[in-house]
């Protein structure tokens, strides 16, 4: 059974403290990794798609990273903007129509 | 602009009483997929749609009813709503089905 495990659940950081999100997988055939944020009371919002192992995407403060079991998203010097719930998603051969989430992780940025 | 309409935002309804959650989008989409987020669960999807008139279970479809009879537009229903369907539901889109999605803003069912 397709898994995505995210850690750790919530994350508090000071202004300007970087730091990094996991998403731990095992899937059978990936086909392709979601990262997603989501803000109170709104739908997810797409970020970055990763491909392959040794993938890397940049958007502003953050950047993900992928290996063949784990995807880090890593912030660095966040603001307090960037306090948001961030969603993990995989993609596998088997049903690709499918997106099997994570619980995410709860992010909070102190100013 | 570029989004996915649901509606409604609230609803609080009594067991059995009949309720359908409308989702359009305007982006010419062919994908289209329905999910129900609960704490401690994280995202769940209910039903999707590959294209108009292609609909399939996700992974907790018990107790919904979906259609696509448009491209923009897949509804969803419960048929008899019991509590335990209470919820946060998003609809999304993509372009296709490996896509980044497109969510709405969510309906939060109470089922009484």
């Known amino acids: 059974e397709d898994q995505v495990t995210q850690s750790p659940e919530a994350l508090r950081l000071q202004e300007g403290e970087s730091s990094s999100l996991n998403c731990s997988y095992t899937v059978s055939g990936l086909r392709g990794l979601f990262w997603y944020r989501q803000d109170p009371g709104k739908g997810p919002e797409f970020l970055f798609t990763l491909y392959s192992a040794g993938e890397e995407k940049e958007k502003e403060r953050l950047k993900a990273t992928l290996t063949k079991k784990e995807s880090f998203l890593h912030i660095t010097a966040p603001k307090p903007e960037d306090s948001a719930t961030y969603l993990c998603?995989?993609?596998?051969?088997?049903?690709?129509?499918?997106?099997?989430f994570g619980q995410g992780t709860r992010l909070t940025i102190n100013p | 602009e570029a989004q996915v309409t649901q509606n409604p935002r609230y609803l609080i309804t009594v067991t059995g009483k009949k309720l359908t959650v409308t989702c359009s989008q305007n982006?010419?989409?062919?994908?289209m997929s329905w999910y129900r987020q609960d704490p401690g669960l994280g995202l769940r999807q209910i039903y999707y749609s590959m294209n108009v008139e292609v609909t399939d279970k996700g992974d907790v479809p018990e107790g919904y009813k979906v259609s696509r009879k448009e491209k923009r537009n897949f509804p969803l229903i419960l048929e008899s709503p019991s509590p335990n369907q209470t919820s946060l539901y998003f609809c999304?889109?993509?372009?296709?089905?490996?896509?980044?999605?497109?969510f709405g803003n969510g309906t939060r069912l109470t089922v009484t």
């Open positions: 982006m010419n989409h062919e994908y």
């Open positions: 999304a889109s993509s372009y296709t089905y490996n896509s980044p999605l497109h």
């Open positions: 998603a995989v993609q596998a051969g088997r049903g690709a129509q499918k997106l099997v």
